[in-house]
């Protein structure tokens, strides 16, 4: 079965510095990644998807991610964080079965 | 339209109560799912409904009952619940299922908080 890490419950940075979330995965099979945002008392919004075309992807609000195969990684990253990108961020993998499955989230905490 | 609408978005019921969750998509999507968030941790996949078929029950106890009426519309029927049945309920939808191929996204609703008296 296929399964997300996510290392470190709660990241806080200042703003303007660089966000980094990270996310490891297992699975037998090649997976399916993801990373969502939510926001108090909202539903999961997604940030982006790895798709096997590119390891680098890019998602919305200035986020991107690197799918690395040889560390089962696929880590969140965004240049400069803003106060609005304060939220629970989830990473997410899934099969061929339906069977989205997340992290434990990570809240990200953003200090003027 | 891009959204998952679910109604209503709070809902207070005592354990003896019969109550139900709606969920309504109009992109087109033939998978639609239900999942169980407590607070401060992850959703947890309850149900998937691919071509309005059950495809996965997580185990959930028979309180829980799923229904998809048809591709735009996917219910969940509450009945006898427990106080620790209190928690965010999300509907997401994709536009197939993974059985198909290829990588699918989900778009989530806004959830349904649900407390148990």
């Known amino acids: 079965a296929q399964s997300v890490t996510q290392l470190g419950s709660h990241v806080s940075v200042s703003e303007g510095a660089l966000v980094l979330l990270r996310c490891n995965y297992s699975s037998s099979v090649p997976p399916y990644l993801f990373w969502y945002v939510q926001y108090p008392n909202q539903g999961l919004q997604l940030l982006l998807k790895?798709?096997?075309?590119?390891?680098l992807v890019k998602g919305i609000n200035g986020f991107e991610a690197e799918f690395k195969k040889s560390e089962t990684s696929f880590h969140l990253t965004k240049p400069s964080a803003h106060m609005s990108d304060a939220a629970e961020y989830f990473c997410?993998?899934?099969?061929?079965?339906?069977?989205?499955?997340f992290g434990a989230g990570t809240r990200l905490t953003v200090k003027p | 339209d891009t959204e998952v609408t679910q109604t209503p978005k709070h809902l207070v019921m005592g354990m003896t109560n019969k109550k139900s969750l709606k969920c309504e998509q109009h992109m087109g999507h033939r998978a639609m799912y239900w999942y169980k968030q407590k607070a401060k941790k992850p959703p947890e996949l309850m149900f998937v409904?691919?071509?309005?078929?059950?495809?996965i029950n997580e185990s959930v106890p028979s309180r829980f009952s799923p229904e998809c009426p048809n591709s735009s519309l996917l219910n969940l029927h509450l009945h006898a619940l427990q106080p620790e049945d209190s928690a965010l309920y999300l509907c997401?939808?994709?536009?197939?299922?993974?059985?198909?191929?290829?990588?699918?996204?989900?778009?989530f609703g806004e959830g349904s908080r649900l407390t148990v008296l």
């Open positions: 409904y691919s071509y309005e078929k059950l495809s």
């Open positions: 997410a993998v899934s099969t061929n079965n339906n069977d989205m499955r």
């Open positions: 997401a939808s994709s536009l197939r299922s993974n059985e198909e191929g290829g990588q699918v996204e989900m778009f």
């Open positions: 790895y798709t096997s075309a590119a390891t």
